[in-house]
């Protein structure tokens, strides 16, 4: 893997979490060395492109960076998407995303999933689930390293910001429910642990099935 792509993807992901934005400073030339185990040269040279395309600006004895030219497009879903559609393209998309994660997911990959699930599992409130929920499978796609799925799935995940999607959630969630959504996510999280990419693929199907049928009445 080169750097530049390495430090492409640092700046994509600090993009997407939130912890970089336009004129944040990224890491210094020794940190980056240090975090890529590459030479010095090697670091200034994937700087100098990023510089050279506008994405970042150094400044001499200050450091570098990002551009408002960093940030990309937003790709939205359709402001008309509807609940029906969203669960049809999760189908789609997420139950294999879980197999792919369980062949190749790494440790710290696991780590942060299995925050996620403990965090959701203690939460007593519809929000507060609902955030955690999404957290975790944002991180199980995050897990398969695959960075044409994850912007697909960031798109998919704009849809479920739509306010028919929240109200439509909040209309139809119950204690009882949140507490069998926990129990699936933790038949998926740990397949996903076992390395077992159809039960995880499974488990992910399952799970989404689930919540289709209690969002669109389907019994």
């Avoid at 640092?10 to 993009?15: A, P």
């Avoid at 696991?110 to 929920?133: M, N, T």
Wanted: proline share 5%.
């Amino acid at each position: 893997m080169s750097v530049e792509y390495s430090l492409r993807t640092l700046v994509r992901d600090g993009l997407r979490s939130g912890t970089l934005g336009p004129g944040a400073q990224l890491p210094t030339e020794r940190t980056l060395v240090e975090r890529f185990a590459a030479p010095r040269s090697a670091v200034r040279r994937a700087l100098d492109v990023l510089e050279q395309e506008g994405l970042v600006v150094r400044h001499v004895g200050r450091g570098t960076f990002l551009t408002e030219a960093a940030v990309p497009p937003a790709d939205v879903a359709p402001a008309d998407t509807s609940p029906a559609e969203i669960m049809q393209v999760r189908l789609l998309i997420e139950p294999p995303v879980a197999a792919l994660a369980a062949g190749i997911a790494t440790q710290a990959d696991l780590d942060r999933i299995a925050v996620c699930l403990d965090r959701g599992g203690r939460s007593d409130d519809h929000g507060e689930f609902e955030s955690w929920d999404t957290r975790l499978h944002h991180a199980i796609a995050q897990a398969a390293h695959n960075s044409l799925l994850i912007s697909m799935f960031d798109v998919m995940n704009t849809a479920r910001a739509l306010p028919i999607w929240g109200s439509l959630k909040r209309r139809t969630s119950t204690p009882e429910r949140l507490r069998c959504y926990h129990a699936e996510h933790t038949a998926v999280v740990e397949a996903l642990r076992d390395r077992d990419s159809e039960s995880a693929q499974d488990a992910m199907r399952r799970h989404l099935m689930h919540v289709a049928d209690n969002l669109l009445g389907r019994h």
